[in-house]
């Protein structure tokens, strides 16, 4: 199975500031990477998908970058609504695999 | 809207059997593949099954195999995930999501519990 690695595992930032997560998978996995969203007692929610691509409804302040191993999802201009936990995922080999996840506190 | 409702968590006891489902409504079911994804209290994620829209079974990750068992009936819009000899470690809530671009999953259901104790 493909291991992504994300780090850091939480971080704390406050409002306005802009803050970068690293999501790595142990081996190429071209473009297939997806980032989810999720609040405390809530189901996670798609923010991006194929690495770049914003899903629909999602804030510009939300962007992304990489391809192959290596990838980072980036968040300008933080809003309360922003702090949450953010899991990447790969869906380039079966079975699809997940990060352990990077808590954002204020 | 798309909606996912997930039914049937409960606190079982270990090596008993469950059931869960999920009612999908506001997409035509039929037409996207059907994930459950679980998740440990405080924990990751993880996938555990996935089935196509003509009822071909993905596959399951190596924790469930042989033990739990995805169906789909898109006459009625339903995803089933068939749980037999449970274990602590299949406590977690567990989650019906709807497949999407490149694989991702791009919508989710609220989740169910499912507690195993004696």
């Known amino acids: 199975d493909i291991q992504m690695t994300q780090s850091p595992s939480s971080l704390s930032a406050s409002v306005g500031d802009r803050v970068t997560i690293t999501c790595r998978a142990n081996?190429?996995?071209?473009?297939?990477l997806n980032w989810y969203q999720q609040k405390p007692g809530k189901a996670p929610k798609l923010l991006i998908y194929?690495?770049?691509t914003l899903q629909s409804g999602v804030p510009s302040r939300f962007s992304c970058a990489g391809s192959g191993t290596d990838f980072t999802l980036t968040i300008n201009n933080l809003q309360p609504e922003d702090f949450a936990t953010y899991h990447c995922?790969?869906?380039?080999?079966?079975?699809?695999?997940f990060g352990q996840g990077t808590k954002l506190a204020i | 809207e798309v909606q996912l409702v997930e039914s049937g968590g409960a606190l079982a006891q270990p090596g008993g059997s469950l059931t869960l489902s999920c009612t999908a409504s506001?997409?035509?079911?039929?037409?996207?593949?059907m994930h459950w994804v679980r998740q440990v209290p405080g924990k990751g994620l993880e996938w555990v099954s996935g089935?196509?829209?003509?009822?071909?079974?993905?596959g399951s990750a190596e924790s469930v195999k042989g033990r739990f068992t995805i169906a789909r009936d898109n006459a009625k819009n339903s995803l089933s995930l068939y749980m037999d000899s449970l274990r602590d470690d299949d406590t977690a809530t567990y989650y019906c999501?709807?497949?999407?671009?490149?694989?991702?999953?791009?919508?989710w259901g609220q989740g169910t519990l499912v507690t195993i104790s004696s």
């Open positions: 999501v709807k497949g999407g671009y490149g694989g991702c999953f791009d919508h």
């Open positions: 506001g997409f035509t079911f039929e037409d996207y593949v």
């Open positions: 089935m196509t829209r003509d009822y071909a079974i993905i």
């Open positions: 081996q190429s996995i071209n473009t297939y």
């Open positions: 194929a690495a770049h």
């Open positions: 995922q790969q869906s380039y080999i079966r079975p699809p695999t």
